[in-house]
């Protein structure tokens, strides 16, 4: 019997920008198009905390993070879920 392997990780990252809805959702979309990345989202109750739920194998959260930062944000990893 198969069984499927889950390798899913969930990170929570701090945004220190305000950002408007429309940048909070290009921010979310661009890194959900990540490898690896599987889900990212801000909570419109908590504007400044992103969860982003990625494959563990094929990418890392610093790597993730990086790529938030690169995106124009100042962030910091909060912690794991």
Known sequence: RDVLMKHSTDIVIHIDETLDDKNRKALATKIQ???GVESASLADNKPHLMII???AKQTKAQDVLKNVRKAGTQAQLVGWL
Do not use: V
Request: hydrophobic fraction near 35%; avoid cysteine; charge should be neutral.
């Open 33 to 35: 198009a990540l490898t």
């Open 53 to 55: 739920g990625y494959n």
